[in-house]
Structure formats: structure tokens, C-alpha cells
């Protein structure tokens, strides 16, 4: 997706790298590609609100087999 780096509070570091390695590029991508497609700041939080708590899967219909 293009990101090399992100800037983090030291406490924060294990839980962030927690969800980065729980997530398939492919999933990052799709979420990636909806959060373009909504109109607001707000919403793009929302989302990954709901993705955060739904879990990469959601955007994979391919993984709830």
C-alpha cells in the first residue's frame, strides 16, 4: 500500500504491530479502496472502526468459507 513507516506512541508499538501482522495485504487493500470511496474524514473512521472489530475476514468473503 505504500506505507514505510508510522509514527507511534512507545506504549503503543506491540498492540499496532499486533494488528498490522494480523491483517493479509489483500484485506489492507480492499479496506484501503472503501475508505477511498467514502466521502468523509468521519466515515473512513467508521469503517475501520468496523473492520478493527470485525476482523480482516469481512473483507475477504473468501475466508468465511
Known amino acids: 500500500l505504500g506505507v514505510d513507516s508510522l509514527s507511534v506512541s512507545v506504549a503503543a508499538i506491540p498492540r499496532v504491530r499486533?494488528?498490522?501482522r494480523s491483517w493479509s495485504?489483500?484485506?489492507?487493500?480492499?479496506?484501503?479502496?472503501?475508505a477511498l470511496a467514502?466521502?468523509?474524514a468521519e466515515a473512513v473512521r467508521e469503517l475501520v472502526g468496523q473492520a478493527m472489530s470485525d476482523g480482516p475476514e469481512r473483507l475477504?468473503?473468501?475466508?468465511r468459507a
Open 18 to 20: 499486533r494488528v498490522i
Open 25 to 34: 495485504s489483500q484485506a489492507a487493500r480492499r479496506l484501503w479502496e472503501q
Open 38 to 40: 467514502v466521502d468523509s
Open 60 to 63: 475477504l468473503p473468501e475466508m
